[in-house]
């Protein structure tokens, strides 16, 4: 089996509801920018494999939000407006992953010095690689901005993001 089918050599590409569009449409710029994000926290898993602290409390939280941002670019594949119902339903993204997160970064926040000014991003491997992955989770968020503000995507995407870029940081 080939793993090129040619049908994006024309400049187009496919959503999960059939419909093509440019490659550099809104929505495969959100996608590309969501897939960058999730390569960015595996070189980072890569890294805070040696942390015998932080660590393995990191990998688990970050290897699951891998597989969230995953489901995160199927609800961006799928425009709310213009897919069927069964399609919209099996790509939904509950609120209820925003709210994990939420709790994952209070439970962090007791841990951590409160911050009173901005962190230049060093710190070792792990915590650039953290703050290359922050950053892309930002552009991210740009990304998602204007298919949120259309209901192209679930608001909860757009949640998800925002509170990431939090994670990535700390």
């Known amino acids: 089996m080939k793993i090129y089918t040619k049908t994006g050599d024309q400049g187009t590409s496919s959503l999960y509801n059939g419909e093509r569009r440019q490659k550099d449409d809104e929505i495969f710029e959100a996608l590309g920018t969501t897939d960058e994000l999730t390569s960015n926290i595996g070189m980072a898993i890569e890294f805070l494999e ?43 993204f509950d609120m209820v ?44 968020e740009r990304h998602v901005q204007p298919l949120s503000r259309a209901q192209m995507c679930d608001d909860s995407v757009k949640r998800f993001l925002v509170h990431s870029s939090k994670m990535d940081c700390s």
Not at 97 to 108: A, G, R, T, Y
Not at 124 to 131: F, R, V, Y
Request: glycine share 4%.
């Open 50 to 92: 040696d942390d015998a602290h932080w660590g393995p409390y990191l990998v688990d939280r970050l290897t699951t939000i891998q597989c969230l941002l995953q489901d995160i670019g199927s609800n961006i594949a799928t425009p709310r407006q213009q897919s069927s119902e069964s399609r919209l339903n099996r790509t939904a």
């Open 97 to 140: 992953h925003v709210s994990k997160l939420e709790e994952w970064i209070d439970e962090m926040d007791t841990e951590l010095p409160r911050l009173t000014q901005f962190i230049l991003p060093s710190g070792g491997k792990a915590s650039a690689s953290l703050h290359i992955a922050r950053s892309v989770c930002r552009r991210a």
